[in-house]
């Protein structure tokens, strides 16, 4: 019962550790973010959405005109 619990909990904060890390891909605030499935990006379209653009170095954020004052 202790191996059950035990394999459990490391799955569980495996897990955690897996969607902190996918939640650091800046991709969808980028402004060449298409969000087409056939071009995700219009500058990377290989690494788009993956771990590998966490720290894109062309990342510019969304004008976003509605929050603008």
């Not at 991709?27 to 060449?32: E, G, H, K, R």
């Not at 170095?57 to 976003?64: L, S, T, Y």
Request: proline share 3%; with cysteine; aromatic share 10%.
């Amino acid at each position: 019962m202790m191996i059950l619990a035990w394999s459990v909990l490391s799955a569980v904060r495996d897990s955690f550790a897996v969607a902190k890390r996918l939640h650091q891909i800046p991709c969808s605030n980028c402004q060449f973010f298409t969000g087409d499935y056939r071009l995700k990006c219009t500058v990377h379209p290989s690494v788009a959405n993956s771990e590998a653009a966490i720290n894109c170095m062309d990342f510019c954020e969304k004008n976003n005109y509605m929050t603008r004052v």
